[in-house]
């Protein structure tokens, strides 16, 4: 290419990259111009009210003048009548167990003949359970029923309401977790539904994005004292569940170490829940919300950053690092 004619490609090229940078910074601008969301007016359905992340969202949504339908799975137990005393009178605790479709179809006529004058912003899925086995302590049961709540009962709330959602060009936003995206020991069950539920989200923000419809991810790492989520366990509870080919393969003192290294990861995360509430906010009420939102502490960042980007093969070494996973290897019985 000689001087003369990369000047005139040069020359073609560099106006229209400055058109693209105008439109870009325009659109940018308007974009951080515009107002946040205001909450009277609007209603927003939560899903697992009862305690933790659900709780603490309705409560910041309440205050911030939303109408809040607070789905429960016990309406008359301690932390729906704690939530509604602490809230105004447009927090509405509504009986909802995500793998019921009956639940799912009374909780919309509720919302229906309750809605605010402007309709249903936002829709947060965010019910779900947590348990921790290897693959081969957990039964198919096990998976059924973590899969049934975290998975099917996102999707089952999400379809029944979407048109709401439409109607308003709203918002729906999926509680997921790190462990979605990174397989770690003793989660299988766990990252498996979290794993679907993010599929869906993914495929259900492209199919929305033509009707104005924006799709939240949250990504939570251990906040396990924060929430209580984290289902704790003793040598009896998954030696007796047991068969003689698993008590073979998985000794006594391999499952007290593995409870002992659970509890005490467990103790290492969040103590409270203001990240997730803060993020779960931004995607309800900020005019551009994120994609996703991973939440981690800062030094944990950069590696889960990384981690869905990196070979298999050098995240699975990632493990033989592990103290952990050295004594596992030692102590089981492989013949």
Known sequence: MNASSFTYQLFCIVPGLAVLLLVFAKVFSSRCRSSLVDGPGWAVLITG??????????????????????????????????????????????????????????????????????????????????????????????????????????IRTTVAFLPLVRAAKGRVIFVSSIFAFFNCLNMGSYSVSKRGLEAFADCLRVEMASFGVKVSIIQPGNFGQATNIVKMKTLSDIWLKFDDERKQTFSQDYIKLAIEYFVSTCRTGFTNADKVINAMLHAITAPSPNRRYMIVSATDRVFFQLYPYLPTALTDAVFSLSSMYAARKEMLYVK
């Open 49 to 154: 009210c009862d305690s933790g992340f659900g709780y603490e969202l309705a409560r910041c949504l309440d205050h911030k003048g939303f109408v809040v339908f607070a789905g429960c799975l016990f309406p008359q137990g301690t932390g729906a009548q704690n939530l509604a005393k602490q809230s105004s009178h447009r927090l509405k605790i509504v009986k909802l167990d995500v793998t019921s479709d009956a639940d799912v179809r009374q909780a919309k006529t509720i919302v229906q003949e309750n809605l605010p004058e402007k309709g249903l912003w936002a829709v947060v899925n965010n019910a779900g359970i947590s348990d921790w086995a290897e693959i081969e302590w957990s039964t198919i049961e096990d998976f059924h029923h973590m899969v049934d709540i975290n998975l099917f009962g996102s």
